[in-house]
């Protein structure tokens, strides 16, 4: 497509449910990234996936995240048990191939993720 | 781990103003980004610096890199209400695996009044 899309755009669920974010990066774009913004903040790294495999899960708070990208295409954010603390936009974007060139990451709209 | 500072967190300035942001990083980067969000939106990409000392421009926004390659500025020239947004800066990890991974500041919210 021509952009990243994510859906839903907006989720409102209980605490203690369960999750599913996804995420269509721009197509050929190999490296796809999730962030989560909190009101006021910086996007926060979360997992960065280059093809099918996560090559940095370090940014995941703890096991209840999980992400993946079967075929290097789109990506799915997983989230077990929710708290009222993991409200937040969750952003996804995507990029080429790592390289030192010029291209930034292109964001998508979010999905704004509300645990009550 | 890597953190990147942002000041100020806050800018309100009357159109026609300059503003500038700052962009400090507890390690060295390999690379910086821009991006800018509007109130409401996401962050869009703009720009990327990689050399020491390196100077770019685009139109009234000049970005710089600092020779440390630790810290980094955006100065815009003569606002205008179209600048109003948050701007960010991103920097990436000098000499980490994840080559892919930045991180964030928290952000400048620029308001500029008519």
């Known amino acids: 497509g021509a952009g990243v899309s994510q859906t839903p755009s907006n989720k409102v669920t209980e605490k203690g449910k369960y999750v599913e974010l996804r995420c269509d990066p721009i197509s050929g774009h190999t490296a796809l990234y999730w962030y989560r913004q909190s009101l006021g903040q910086g996007p926060e790294f979360l997992i960065y996936?280059?093809?099918?495999?996560?090559?940095?899960d370090s940014g995941l708070p703890n096991d209840r995240f999980f992400a993946v990208r079967p075929e290097g295409s789109v990506s799915t954010l997983k989230i077990q048990r929710t708290e009222r603390g993991d409200s937040a936009v969750y952003l996804c974007?995507?990029?080429?191939?790592?390289?030192?060139?010029?291209?930034?990451?292109?964001f998508g709209s979010g999905t704004r993720l509300t645990v009550v | 781990g890597q953190q990147v500072m942002q000041i100020p967190q806050y800018q309100h300035v009357q159109e026609g103003e300059d503003f500038t942001t700052y962009c400090n990083s507890s390690?060295?980067?390999?690379?910086i980004q821009w991006y800018k969000q509007r109130p409401g939106g996401h962050p869009v990409f703009l720009i990327q610096l990689v050399k020491s000392g390196e100077v770019k421009k685009q139109k009234r926004l000049t970005f710089q890199f600092g020779e440390a390659k630790k810290n980094s500025s955006l100065h815009i020239t003569a606002t205008q209400t179209t600048d109003v947004g948050t701007y960010f800066c991103?920097?990436?990890?000098?000499?980490?695996?994840?080559?892919?991974?930045?991180?964030f500041g928290q952000g400048t919210i620029l308001t500029v009044h008519p």
């Open positions: 974007a995507s990029s080429p191939e790592w390289s030192q060139g010029e291209s930034g990451y292109t």
């Open positions: 390690t060295t980067l390999s690379n």
């Open positions: 996936f280059q093809g099918t495999g996560a090559a940095d």
């Open positions: 991103a920097g990436g990890n000098a000499g980490g695996t994840s080559y892919g991974k930045l991180t």
